[in-house]
C-alpha cells in the first residue's frame, strides 16, 4: 500500500489553490497541473508499505498529532524543483513555521523506530501545482517567473488535524484516499 501523511484543505481552497495553475497553463508553461482534489501538503512520504504495518503507522501519527496544538498555516511565493528554469515540479510554497518543522520532526523519528527510511533532504514544504514532461525544453519556461511573481494565495489555513493519505496510481495519475484523520492536541 502506498502511504503519505498530509494536511488537507477544505474544497474551496483547494480551488483557489488549484487556480493558480491556470495563468501557467494559459502561458503555454507544459505541465500535468494539479486538480482541485489532489491539493494537498504532504509532510512525509512512505511510498509502499505492507498492509501489515498500518495500524503501527496510524498510531505513531494519532501520537505524534496527539502532542501538537492547532497552528495556523501561510503560503508564499510559487517555485520550482530543481530551479525555475529547468523544473521538473512547479509549486506553491507553505510558511515553515516551527509547528511544521517540529511536527516533521516528530514524524521522521517516531516512522524512523518502524523502519521507515527518513528523508534525507531538508524539508520545504510546498503544495505541488504541477509536474513537467521530461521532453519539455527550457525554452518554454521563460515567463515562468514572471508569471509567478504575480500569483499569490493570501488565506491563512488554521491547521486541525493531520491525514494518513493512500495513494494509488492510475492511468489519469494518482487518486488518494484518506485513511486516518489524526487530530491535533487541545487548543489552550
Known sequence: MRLFVAVNYPARLRQ?????CRPLEEAGIP?????????????KFMGEVPNSEV?????????VAGRFRPFDMRFGSIGAFPSPRRPRVVWLGVEPTPALRFIKDDLERRFGELDIP???RPYQPHV???RVPHEAEAG????LE???????ITDEYRVTHLDLMQSKLGPAGAVHTRLVAARLGKRG
Open 16 to 20: 483557489k489553490i488549484a487556480r493558480l
Open 31 to 43: 505541465g500535468r497541473w494539479t486538480e482541485p482534489d489532489e491539493v494537498h501538503l504532504t509532510l
Open 146 to 152: 514572471e508569471i509567478a511573481r504575480s500569483l499569490k
Open 55 to 63: 495500524d503501527a503507522i496510524s498510531s505513531v501519527l494519532v501520537e
Open 140 to 143: 518554454e519556461f521563460r515567463r
Open 118 to 120: 527518513r528523508e534525507e
Open 128 to 130: 505541488t501545482l504541477g
